[in-house]
C-alpha cells in the first residue's frame, strides 16, 4: 500500500490474494444498500468488495450473512472461493460491469497508484475546479455537483480540484474580518464535506464513462473541508499551505446528555472521517491526531517511510506529532499564536510530505502538471467551472441581501382590516411573503443558513405559515 502503514490481519486464503493488510475497524459499516440481505446468494451478480484497507477484489458473492461473504471468481484461471469478514469491508459496490478481457477475480490492488506520465505521442487533457471562499456557503454541494458534470462531459484525463477556503470570521456587523486560529474548530462542518465526498469518489466511479485521475491541490482546507482531500490518494500541498482546524472532536457536546451519549456521538463522527481516509489510501493515524486531542503520536522514518506509535518518542529518531493536551502539555496561547500547538495536529507543506499525506509541493499549476508528469505535452480544458462558481458566489451574496428585505417586507404587514374578508386578504400576503422567503432559502441549497442573520430558517416559516393558515379558518368562521 502506498500509505496504509498499520498492520492488520490476513484476509482469506494467502494461497490466493498473498498478504492483504488490512486496517483496524474504524470505518462506516457495510454498505446496506444492495440487494443481497443475510443467507440469500445471488452468483449472477458482479460485485466489487472494497476492504477497509484500500484493496478491492472483483467477483461474486455466493453467501451473505451478517458476519461475512462468502466470494467466488477465479485468479490466474483458478477458481476459487474464500470467505470474508464484513468488519473488514468497508463497502460492497453490487451490479459492477466486468472489465474486458479480465477475469471475474481481479487481483487486489494498491487503492493509491502512481499516476503514471503521458504516453509519448499523447495529449492529456486537465480540468481544473477551484474551490474558494467560506465552505458551506461557496462551497457548497449544488455548484461543485454543476461544475463536475461540467467535467464529465468534456472526458478530462486529470481532475485537477484547488482547496483554498476562507478562514475567517465576520466582526462587528460585517465590517471586519479576523483570521482564525489553528487551534478553534469546526469539525462538525464534516457533515457538509460528507454530502460532497460521494462527487469525488462514488460518483466519478459510477457515472463517468471515462475515470480521470482526481488530484487535490491544498492551498488552504481548514475547518470542515480539511477532510475532502482524503477523498483521494493523490493530494498535493502549496507551500504556506495548512490542513487542519478539525480538533478537540473529543470535547464536542460539552455537558450535552450523558457521558454515554457524548461518546457514542463522538465515535460515530471518528469512524466516519476515518472512513473516507481509508478510502483514498491514507493512514487512520493522521486522522486521529488531526481530530482527537488526547492523541498521542509520534513517528519515525524507515526507508523514507512513517512508522507510526501511539505513545510518546522513546527511542532514537522518533519525533513527536501530538500529545495528549493534558496539565502542563497543553498548548499555550503563545504556542497557538506560533503555530506551534501539538495538542491537535494541523497540517504543512513540509510535514504533510514528510507523513506520506502530500505527494509533493508546488506553488503554481504548471509546477503540479511537470509533478504529474504531464508539462512537456497537455491541453488545458476550457470549462465552465470557474464560471458556475462564481456565479454561485454572486447569487449567494444576493440571497444574503434580499433576506432581510423579505422579512422586513413581511413584518409590516399588519392584521388590522375592519371585516374577515380583509384581514384574511392580509394573512395571505403573509403567507405570500414567507413563501418568498422560503423558496429562496431551498434555492440555495442549504448554504444559505438564515439563522444566521437572525432570521427563521425552512422549519420555522412552515409552522408560521400553518398558523397563520388555522387563523384564517377561525376568522372565517
Not at 474551490?131 to 457548497?140: M, N, P, R, S
Not at 457533515?191 to 465526498?197: D, G, Q, V, Y
Amino acid at each position: 500500500m502506498k500509505r496504509m502503514t498499520r498492520s492488520g490481519r490476513v484476509l482469506g486464503s494467502a494461497l490466493v490474494f498473498g498478504m492483504l493488510a488490512v486496517g483496524p475497524a474504524a470505518a462506516p459499516s457495510i454498505d446496506p444498500s444492495g440487494p443481497a440481505a443475510a443467507g440469500q446468494t445471488d452468483e449472477g451478480e458482479l460485485c466489487r468488495i472494497i476492504f477497509r484497507s484500500g484493496e478491492t477484489v472483483t467477483g461474486r458473492i455466493i453467501e451473505e450473512t451478517d458476519q461475512k461473504v462468502v466470494f467466488r471468481g477465479k485468479v490466474n484461471g483458478i477458481e476459487v472461493t474464500v470467505p470474508f469478514e464484513k468488519s473488514d469491508i468497508l463497502k460492497i459496490e453490487r451490479g459492477v460491469a466486468p472489465e474486458p478481457g479480465k477475469s471475474d477475480v481481479a487481483a487486489p490492488e494498491d487503492k493509491a497508484p502512481a499516476v503514471e506520465p503521458a504516453k509519448s505521442g499523447d495529449q492529456p487533457t486537465v480540468y481544473v475546479l477551484t474551490l474558494e471562499g467560506q465552505f458551506g456557503v461557496d462551497i457548497a454541494y449544488k455548484p461543485i455537483e454543476q461544475a463536475l458534470e461540467d467535467a464529465k462531459q468534456m472526458e478530462p484525463d486529470y481532475l485537477v480540484v484547488i482547496v483554498d477556503n476562507d478562514w475567517s470570521e465576520a466582526l462587528q456587523g460585517g465590517l471586519k474580518e479576523k483570521e482564525l486560529g489553528d487551534d478553534l474548530s469546526k469539525f462538525d462542518e464534516f457533515f457538509t464535506t460528507e454530502r460532497i465526498a460521494p462527487l469525488f469518489a462514488e460518483n466519478i466511479r459510477r457515472e463517468w464513462k471515462k475515470q480521470p485521475e482526481v488530484v487535490f491541490w491544498v492551498k488552504q482546507a481548514m475547518g470542515g473541508i480539511a477532510f475532502l482531500p482524503f477523498t483521494s490518494p493523490h493530494m498535493y500541498f502549496e507551500s504556506d499551505a495548512r490542513l487542519g482546524g478539525v480538533g478537540y472532536l473529543d470535547r464536542l457536546f460539552g455537558s450535552m446528555g450523558d457521558e454515554m451519549f457524548r461518546q457514542k456521538q463522538r465515535s460515530l463522527r471518528q469512524g466516519m472521517v476515518r472512513g473516507i481516509a481509508i478510502e483514498g489510501g491514507y493512514d487512520t493515524e493522521i486522522i486521529d491526531a488531526l481530530t482527537w486531542t488526547d492523541t498521542v503520536l509520534s513517528y519515525k522514518l524507515e526507508g523514507g517511510k512513517p512508522v507510526f506509535f501511539e505513545r510518546e518518542p522513546e527511542n532514537a529518531g522518533e519525533v513527536l506529532l501530538t500529545d495528549d493536551g493534558k496539565d502542563d502539555r497543553q498548548d499555550t496561547i503563545e504556542e497557538l499564536a506560533r503555530g506551534e500547538g501539538n495538542d491537535v495536529l494541523t497540517l504543512r507543506a513540509e510535514l504533510a510530505r514528510t507523513l506520506g499525506v502530500s505527494d509533493g509541493t508546488v506553488d503554481t499549476l504548471d509546477d503540479l502538471l511537470f509533478d504529474l508528469g504531464i508539462s512537456r505535452g497537455y491541453t488545458l480544458l476550457d470549462g465552465r467551472a470557474d464560471r458556475i462558481m462564481s456565479q454561485w458566489h454572486k447569487s449567494i451574496k444576493s440571497a444574503v441581501r434580499q433576506l432581510p428585505r423579505l422579512w422586513k417586507d413581511y413584518q409590516e404587514i399588519q392584521i388590522t382590516g375592519a371585516d374577515a374578508r380583509e384581514r384574511n386578504r392580509q394573512r395571505s400576503r403573509q403567507i405570500a411573503k414567507l413563501e418568498e422567503i422560503k423558496r429562496l432559502i431551498q434555492r440555495h441549497d442549504g448554504a444559505l443558513v438564515p439563522q444566521r442573520y437572525g432570521y427563521p430558517g425552512i422549519d420555522q416559516i412552515d409552522i408560521m405559515i400553518s398558523q397563520i393558515r388555522l387563523d384564517i379558518t377561525a376568522d372565517r368562521d
